[in-house]
């Protein structure tokens, strides 16, 4: 089975710009979230899709958005960029609608300048 | 808030044994998972722990006190791969499925 799958797996970007990341979950998952990664914060949660519905948002700015399509695969989207921004942003599908164990992407690196 | 502590790093010879604890400051959770991160990788599940005691995987046990707000995991006969950041996590219960890590901890294994 293949696993998490992530694009692009790098990209820089200038403030001001946005930014749509790709997330194809493992077939038949159904729950997919999303994580920025940083050196200083670790692993912060942004939000949860299951059957395109976004059920849990974590405490990050309006800009940062997703959505989750009938295939399972998810995108988000960041806007208006800010240098704080750049991080290492992982998606992570579950089977189920409260399974503990995640299967993680290995990561968008987005960097702004 | 929901919060959860571990030491930022720490350092073990080859074949010894190493504890990773993890407080946590958060209630009404499904249970405790513990991930390994290799640098430039992407975070692996390793264990859960839904209810109090000890699970036991090969070389890895993970364990969890709800009553003490703790948990541990142990990695038994320590190999030099084994040296990684390894995050614990909360499942919270939210109606949905949300996931709180602690900050990591970084083990070094040392010859």
Redesign the interface.
């Known amino acids: 089975k293949a696993g998490v799958t992530q694009t692009p797996r790098y990209l820089i970007k200038t403030r001001g710009q946005q930014v749509t990341l790709s997330c194809s979950p493992i077939s038949g998952h159904r729950?997919v979230?999303w994580?920025q990664q940083t050196p200083g914060?670790?692993?912060?949660?942004l939000f949860?899709y299951?059957s395109e519905t976004q059920?849990?948002k974590?405490n990050f700015p309006g800009r940062f958005s997703g959505r989750q399509f009938s295939n399972s695969r998810s995108e988000m989207n960041v806007s208006t960029l800010e240098l704080g921004d750049s991080a290492l942003y992982?998606c992570?599908s579950?089977p189920g609608?409260?399974?503990?164990?995640?299967?993680?992407?290995?990561?968008t690196r987005l960097t702004v300048t | 808030g929901q919060s959860l502590e571990q030491p930022s790093e720490v350092t073990a010879v080859e074949g010894a044994i190493v504890q990773i604890n993890c407080t946590y400051q958060t209630s009404g959770f499904y249970g405790l998972s513990w991930y390994q991160q290799h640098d430039g990788g992407a975070p692996t599940f390793l264990s859960y722990n839904a209810l109090d005691g000890l699970e036991e995987t090969g070389r890895f046990s993970s364990f969890l006190s709800r009553s003490d707000s703790y948990g541990y995991l142990l990695l038994q006969e320590l190999q030099m791969k084994d040296s990684a950041s390894y995050f614990c996590a909360v499942s919270l219960d939210t109606g949905g499925f949300k996931t709180i890590f602690g900050a990591g901890t970084r083990l070094f294994v040392k010859a």
């Open positions: 729950s979230s994580y914060q670790g692993l912060q949660f949860e299951f059920r849990n974590g992982l992570a579950s609608q409260s399974s503990y164990e995640q299967y993680f992407g290995p990561g």
